[in-house]
């Protein structure tokens, strides 16, 4: 490898911007890949390095570009949380529909999560798909009760996909709603949220909470 990728590649993993830029003045290729396909703005955007990530951003670099594990910096901010980062991408145009292996957006690992604050972002800033199918069969909204705890932050998730539009109805590959999930698993929180969401009264994104 070229050692101003090398140098480049580093540098955007450890967040030093000023080194990031220095490495791209002198000829870095923006999108060079490490042994992984990582991009420099993937390693940025794995560690939440946002100010790195915009001088990457700024030097045409992919928001798209995905690694051996069908990861993009897009992607992973669904897995971090990371707000920032995501609104730094945004104005590169990342595609919304763009899976990772899992065959998920963004939305749904960030719903498993329970991050509250980028579910919200996400769904108030971009128009990503809110009852998207992932390969297991389930959307969002089914993630978050399958996968999530039932505590406060999941139920906050469910209320704001809800609110968004999720359809309650929506059932797994066998038939079984996110109702019958959370009731299942004892979670009364969310059982009791998704009892009240009328079928049939879904509102519109632009209504979100």
Known sequence: MNPL???????????????????????????????????????????????????LLDAGADPDARDDRSDSPWLVTGVTGSVAMMRALLPAGPDLRLTNRYGGTALIPAAERGHVPYVRAVLRETAIDVDHVNRLGWTALLEAVILGSGARAHQDVVTLLLAAGADPELPDP????????????????????LRTAAPGSRRTRHGAV
């Open 5 to 55: 990728d090398h140098t480049l590649l580093a540098a955007a993993a450890r967040g030093d911007t000023r080194a990031v830029r220095v490495a791209l003045d002198a000829g870095a290729r923006v999108d060079v890949r490490d042994g992984h396909r990582r991009t420099p703005l993937l390693r940025a955007a794995l560690r939440d390095h946002v100010p790195a990530a915009r001088a």
């Open 174 to 193: 066998y038939g079984r709603t996110a109702l019958h999930h959370a009731e299942r698993h004892g979670l009364t929180g969310i059982a009791a949220l």
